[in-house]
């Protein structure tokens, strides 16, 4: 027997003559043999000598086994024929543990072998084959001492222990950081399934709401569009995600309106108006359209929400209201008008003689009839309020035509009731004048004066003021009545409203003034505004465009250097 299988029957001889001394000191000692039998023999007399012995039969499989181990005091190796291969074991296992110990078993006897082991940390060397086992454990236990003892020398040097008290540190820090880390993980996916919830209830909800809702960003680009707004403008969400209006083929009257109410949104903040469309079967609908801008969190410009709702059975419920109003006005004004030319006709005496006590009668039943015939204009008025037309007919007149065309009426009604009743025009006020339907701004003046007389105190005083600016009047009627809540504001102009006041019911009256007043004024893009709290007076104001050399100037916004000085902030009406 000759070679490497004579070099083994010997190894496996020295196994047989292991006979050394047991308590050799405790370590970990990895063993690199290709020799099965030599294997399982190395493995046991390292154990039952006290230490931990790990073998494997392969370097490859040495160096991924030495990498998962924590400890290694000592790694013994056969060498491989091929020197580089070699070295590049021994390096990699000192790199992972620079403490252990590295013993070679090798025939080879060259210097260029005993370099290269040098190099890669190499500290004894066993030649094989193996005469017994005496000397390898002797190597073990070298192996082991020079390991624990350079392992403790560095252990004792301060800048080690500094090292190993900052790995510790960072090791815990790590660790705390892999807790907290794993905390909000567990928050953000806690946080990601909540908002994937509220994300689907709110798509849920906008998919079914009635209304019709579309969103745009700020490049005008379109964000959301539910289901009702598909079908109100004729377009689908799979096609309209990602694309501006302008650019959709729809229903292109509305899609139009849209577009343009949310350019002007940009100046206005909201813009409301009601149009109708052809839906299928050529049936019509009245499309009300609600654009608003809206701000994130910062208060910057986030983009565009229009809302578009079906008003269609509201405005015909309304058209069936204002026609059965206009019909009954109608109806009642005929007979109204043969009471008055007989009630003319008996007080001039030409049905006969009138004594006194009659004549009192008659101006009591005149009087009546006269406030009966108001009553009857206002109804009309209030059928006529949704006409695109209404309040239309503007003509150029001067401010002090319409006060004193307003005030005259009221001089006697005044002085009955022991008010004063004072017109204030600033000097040159003659030569102001506006353009507008001059008949319906005397109505609103007529309908602020009768409530300004109907609701004061006997001896109170009733004032009509004007106040001129570079691009507007404003026109102003106070008094110094009862009062108005507070809570009711902002419902005394809906239609029929009267406040729930035993000082105000004992006045009666429909409800409908302020809102023809107020309808009127919206039609000249103006709007009807008061201040008031109980037991202190009402005083309702507007404003109109100021008319300069044949041109009526824009309203500019409210900035202060172009409107009425004092002058509150008015509500932005519809339209």
Do not use: C, W
Not at 11 to 36: H, I, K, M, W, Y
Not at 56 to 82: C, H, K, N, R, T
Not at 157 to 176: A, D, G, S
Not at 350 to 363: D, F, I, N, S, Y
Request: avoid cysteine; hydrophobic fraction near 40%.
């Amino acid at each position: 027997m000759t070679g490497p299988e004579n070099e083994r029957g010997q190894n496996r001889s020295a196994v047989t003559q292991l006979q050394g001394p047991a308590g050799f000191l405790e370590g970990v000692v990895l063993v690199v043999e290709r020799d099965p039998v030599l294997r399982e023999s190395l493995e046991k007399a390292v154990n039952q000598d006290g230490g931990k012995a790990v073998v494997v039969s392969s370097a490859a499989e040495g160096i991924a086994v030495a990498a998962a181990m924590d400890q290694l005091d000592l790694f013994v190796l056969e060498a491989p024929a091929d020197l580089e291969a070699f070295q590049k074991t021994m390096e990699a296992v000192r790199f992972r543990h620079p403490f252990a110990s590295l013993a070679v078993l090798s025939s080879k006897k060259t210097p260029d072998f005993f370099v290269a082991a040098l190099k890669a940390g190499a500290t004894d060397f066993l030649e094989m084959p193996l005469k017994d086992m005496g000397s390898l454990l002797q190597v073990i236990r070298r192996g082991i001492s020079r390991s624990r003892a350079m392992r403790k020398m560095a252990l004792n040097m301060p800048e080690v222990r500094r090292h190993k008290e900052e790995v510790r540190r960072l090791t815990r820090e790590m660790e705390r950081l892999k807790e907290a880390q794993e905390a909000q993980l567990g928050a953000f996916e806690e946080s990601q399934e909540v908002f994937y919830l509220d994300l689907s209830r709110m798509m849920t909800i906008i998919d079914n709401i009635v209304d019709g809702i579309v969103f745009t960003d700020r490049d005008a680009r379109i964000t959301l569009i539910n289901p009702v707004a598909e079908h109100l403008l004729g377009i689908k969400s799979f096609v309209a995600i990602g694309k501006r209006l302008s650019e959709m083929e729809g229903r292109r009257e509305i899609l139009h309106m849209v577009t343009e109410d949310q350019s002007r949104v940009l100046e206005e903040d909201r813009v409301s108006r009601t149009t109708e469309i052809h839906d299928e079967g050529n049936d019509l609908l009245y499309v009300k359209l609600t654009t608003t801008a809206v701000t994130d969190y910062r208060g910057n410009f986030a983009g565009v929400l229009t809302v578009l709702q079906d008003v269609t059975a509201e405005f015909k419920a309304d058209q069936l209201k204002n026609q059965y109003l206009s019909i009954v006005s109608h109806e009642l004004r005929t007979p109204l008008t043969g009471i008055k030319t007989f009630l003319t006709m008996m007080a001039k005496g030409a049905l006969g003689p009138v004594t006194e006590k009659q004549e009192r009668v008659l101006e009591t039943l005149k009087e009546q009839s006269l406030r009966l015939e108001h009553q009857i204009d206002k109804l009309i008025s209030l059928g006529m309020l949704e006409q695109e037309d209404f309040a239309r007919d503007f003509e150029v007149f001067a401010v002090p035509e319409v006060i004193q065309a307003a005030v005259g009426p009221f001089d006697q009604e005044a002085k009955d009731r022991g008010l004063s009743l004072q017109v204030h025009m600033p000097p040159g006020t003659g030569d102001v004048k506006v353009k507008a339907d001059k008949q319906n701004i005397k109505r609103v003046l007529q309908i602020l004066l009768e409530n300004a007389i109907k609701f004061n105190r006997k001896g109170g005083k009733v004032e009509v003021s004007v106040i001129t600016g570079p691009g507007e009047v404003l026109f102003r009627v106070s008094d110094t009545g009862i009062g108005i809540d507070p809570r009711y504001h902002r419902r005394i102009f809906e239609k029929f409203f009267q406040v729930e006041d035993p000082l105000t019911r004992q006045h009666g009256g429909a409800g409908l003034g302020l809102t023809v007043a107020e309808r009127i004024l919206r039609s000249h893009r103006s709007s009807l505004t008061l201040e008031s709290s109980l037991g202190e007076g009402a005083t309702f104001q507007f404003s109109l465009k100021r008319y300069l050399d044949g041109t009526t100037p824009e309203r500019r916004k409210s900035d202060g250097k172009d409107g009425i000085a004092g002058q509150g902030p008015r509500e932005r009406s519809d339209g």
